[in-house]
C-alpha cells in the first residue's frame, strides 16, 4: 500500500520568508500523481499544487514550488515570500489511478509577522 | 478551480435521528465523490467512496448501514448518518473528481455535525 510521510508537525516561518514542507512517498507505481493540499482554519480543502509524475519539471503556482525528486520519492514545498494568509495545515497527498488518495499527517504552518 | 458545496454547515442533533448532508459539484460533473471524516488536528480518514448510479465502496471499519450514501446523479451525493450517537460528532468533508480517473480531486468546505 502506499504511504505519505509529513515528519514535520509543525514549522514556522516569518512573513516574506521562504520555508520548505517535506513530504516522502512509498509506491511501486511509475504513473501516479502528487499534491498539496492547504486546510486553514476554515477547514476548507485548498489544492496548492499538483504534479504528474512522468514530468520532469516541477510545479509551479505563483509563490508555491515543489522540488520533486522522483528517485528519491519526495515532493517537498516550498513557500516563497510567506505571508500571514498562509498560516494552514498543509497535506501532501498521493494517487495514482490505482488507488484513493493517500494524505500524510499534516503540518501546521504558524508564519509570524 | 473547481467548486463543490457542501449542505448544512453545521448541524446539532439528538441522539438516536438521522442526519442528511449533501454534496453538490457546482461547475463539473463528478462521476467518483468521496465522503472523509477529520478528528480535531487529524489526517482526513477515507469513509467510502461512490460512483454515479452505483452503490458505495466503504472503507474497512465503516458501517454501511450506519453511514449512507447515495449518489444518484453527477452533481449530488448525500451522506445520511443513522440513528446517529455522540461518537458520531465529527467534521465529515466530501470529495468530487471529474469524469477523468486522473482528475484533481476538489474538496467541499466540510459540515460539523454535533450529536447531543
Known amino acids: 500500500a502506499q504511504t505519505v510521510t509529513q515528519s514535520q508537525p509543525e514549522m514556522s516561518v516569518q512573513e516574506a520568508e521562504t520555508v520548505t514542507l517535506s513530504c516522502t512517498y512509498d509506491?511501486?507505481?511509475?504513473?501516479?500523481?502528487l499534491f498539496w493540499y492547504k486546510q486553514p482554519p476554515s477547514r476548507q480543502m485548498i489544492l496548492v499544487i499538483r504534479?504528474?509524475?512522468?514530468?520532469?519539471q516541477n510545479a509551479t503556482e505563483n509563490r508555491f514550488s515543489v522540488n520533486f525528486q522522483k528517485a528519491a520519492k519526495s515532493f517537498s514545498l516550498k513557500i516563497s515570500d510567506s505571508q500571514l494568509g498562509d498560516a494552514a495545515m498543509y497535506f501532501c497527498?498521493?494517487?495514482?489511478?490505482?488507488?484513493?488518495?493517500?494524505f500524510g499527517k499534516g503540518t501546521m504552518l504558524l508564519v509570524s509577522p | 478551480g473547481a467548486v463543490v458545496s457542501q449542505h448544512p454547515s453545521r448541524v446539532i442533533c439528538k441522539s438516536g435521528t438521522s442526519v442528511k448532508i449533501e454534496c453538490r459539484s457546482l461547475?463539473?460533473?463528478?462521476?467518483?465523490m468521496f465522503w472523509y471524516r477529520q478528528f480535531p488536528k487529524q489526517s482526513l480518514m477515507l469513509m467510502a467512496t461512490?460512483?454515479?448510479?452505483?452503490?458505495?465502496?466503504?472503507e474497512q471499519g465503516v458501517e454501511k448501514d450506519k453511514f449512507l450514501i447515495n449518489h444518484a446523479s453527477l452533481t449530488l451525493s448525500t451522506l445520511t448518518v443513522t440513528s446517529a450517537h455522540p461518537e458520531d460528532s465529527s467534521f465529515y468533508i466530501c470529495?468530487?473528481?471529474?469524469?477523468?480517473?486522473?482528475?484533481?480531486?476538489?474538496f467541499g468546505p466540510g459540515t460539523r455535525l454535533t450529536v447531543l
Open positions: 497527498a498521493y494517487y495514482s489511478g490505482y488507488s484513493t488518495l493517500t
Open positions: 509506491t511501486s507505481e511509475s504513473d501516479y500523481y
Open positions: 504534479q504528474e509524475a512522468y514530468k520532469q
Open positions: 461547475d463539473f460533473q463528478a462521476t467518483t
Open positions: 461512490s460512483n454515479e448510479g452505483s452503490k458505495a465502496t466503504y
Open positions: 470529495s468530487s473528481r471529474g469524469l477523468a480517473a486522473t482528475d484533481t480531486q476538489y
